[in-house]
């Protein structure tokens, strides 16, 4: 791994101290897609664990405020 690599990797919480102490990646949210249901589900970490913060179905309309601004509409996502 370069060194450019490494630093970029520790500016975003991977590798470093993060690692050597065994704590997963600091990812604050994750929006995860049922591909089945076509559901959205958006989880936030707390600690050590996520925590889920919305669920959203086809018809219904996902807004988020934070990390980013944005408007989801699962139909959407898939064909």
Do not use: C
């Not at 970029?8 to 600091?26: E, V």
């Not at 018809?59 to 405020?65: I, N, P, R, S």
């Amino acid at each position: 791994m370069t060194t450019n690599r490494r630093l970029k990797d520790q500016q975003r919480g991977f590798g470093g101290t993060h690692r050597r102490q065994g704590h997963a990646a600091s990812i604050p949210w994750y929006l995860l897609v049922e591909q089945e249901s076509l559901s959205l589900y958006l989880y936030q970490r707390q600690g050590f664990h996520y925590v889920e913060r919305s669920v959203t179905r086809p018809g219904e309309v996902l807004e988020l405020t934070e990390p980013v601004k944005a408007t989801i509409r699962p139909e959407e996502l898939l064909p």
